[in-house]
């Protein structure tokens, strides 16, 4: 039993967009892991777990 | 003559629903429907879950039969081997873990060597006592147990139960990679969990997939250290970076590519039939 990546859910503080890391990339991305892909600001983590009904609304960052 | 490669696909899984990906195949029907079209594309193994009406992972021995029956009468052409999921509801009991595989006797069960933390969010049980039990049930059963293993602990764990007759040779691995709590997917520890399985289980046969970004990582890898694969939208709903799996004949047709463009064989079914010791 799989049940595919355990990402990790968030949103900017600064500018409030959405976006989510999968937890496998924390030892690629290092101290990156967990910033807003668009403005750099700090992401606030909101929910863990594989992809939720609303996955669709949160893009991967992935590098 | 090539070496042939066993494609196992893992149609649904227990998690992603429609929402996640629209082609991910739920019903009896659309499993049954599912396995024949990948079948068609070289799959030899169709590793399956079923869900309940409202799409949530069940044991349900009434899915499982309404999807073998459908599939066996509507394409009485298709061979290939059935391997059942004994791990798809987290609050199944062991009883309702093993019910089907005693009624429709696949000719392989998925066996989970170990517990864990699932997802960081709760328990993957597989106790002794149900290891130990469920062991000696698929043996009376004749029903080939595929041993997942999501980290070198599980193998070790495998090996007691060999040593124990809980298990008999030669055993058949699945290498869990990258799922969450379980080993990190990289070539790296494929090796090692390789290493580790040559080493406490010598003359194992054994398949592997990565999920999410270690999917095609662990399929190169796999092909070219002499394993099998498996693939589906159990393990990655998405085809390649933001793009969402068409089908799981998709993800087959690919596997598919990756082994002959290594220069080896998708195995048919009576291959793999061989190759795992079925039947024996």
């Known amino acids: ?63 | 003559m090539a070496k042939k490669t066993i494609i196992t696909v893992a149609t649904t899984g227990a998690w992603p629903k429609k929402e996640n990906n629209p082609n991910v195949p739920m019903t009896p029907q659309e499993i049954a429907n599912d396995v024949y079209d990948c079948w068609q594309a070289g799959a030899a193994v169709a590793h399956l879950h079923m869900r309940d009406d409202e799409g949530n992972g069940t044991m349900s021995t009434e899915k499982f039969r309404e999807t073998v029956s459908l599939l066996r009468a509507q394409h009485p052409d298709c061979d290939i081997v059935l391997n059942l999921t004994t791990s798809g509801d987290l609050n199944a009991t062991d009883e309702t873990r093993q019910a089907h595989l005693k009624e429709l006797r696949p000719e392989m069960g998925s066996y989970d060597c170990g517990s864990m933390n699932w997802l960081n969010s709760s328990l993957f049980l597989n106790p002794p006592k149900f290891l130990e039990e469920l062991g000696r049930n698929m043996q009376e059963w004749n029903v080939k147990p595929e041993i997942e293993v999501f980290d070198p602990g599980m193998i070790a764990n495998a090996a007691y139960y060999l040593k124990k007759g809980v298990l008999k040779a030669p055993l058949h691995f699945q290498m869990c990679m990258g799922c969450a709590n379980g080993i990190p997917g990289s070539m790296k520890n494929l090796v090692f969990m390789k290493e580790t399985m040559d080493t406490l289980c010598p003359g194992s046969t054994w398949s592997c997939f990565g999920v999410g970004h270690c999917a095609m990582e662990m399929t190169y890898g796999a092909v070219a250290m002499g394993g099998h694969i498996r693939v589906g939208m159990e393990d990655n709903v998405m085809y390649a970076k933001g793009q969402l799996a068409e089908s799981n004949r998709q993800l087959v047709e690919r596997a598919a590519r990756v082994i002959r463009e290594f220069g080896n064989e998708p195995a048919t079914p009576a291959e793999a039939r061989e190759i795992l010791g079925l039947g024996r």
């Open chain 1, 1 to 63: 039993m799989s049940w595919g990546p355990c990402f990790m859910y968030y949103h900017c503080q600064a500018c409030g967009k959405k976006f989510k890391y999968a937890a496998d990339m924390i030892p690629v991305l290092g101290e990156k892991f967990g910033a807003c892909p668009y403005c750099g600001g700090n992401g606030v983590f909101e929910k863990d777990g594989a992809r939720t009904l609303d996955d669709a609304d949160y893009p991967e960052v992935e590098e």
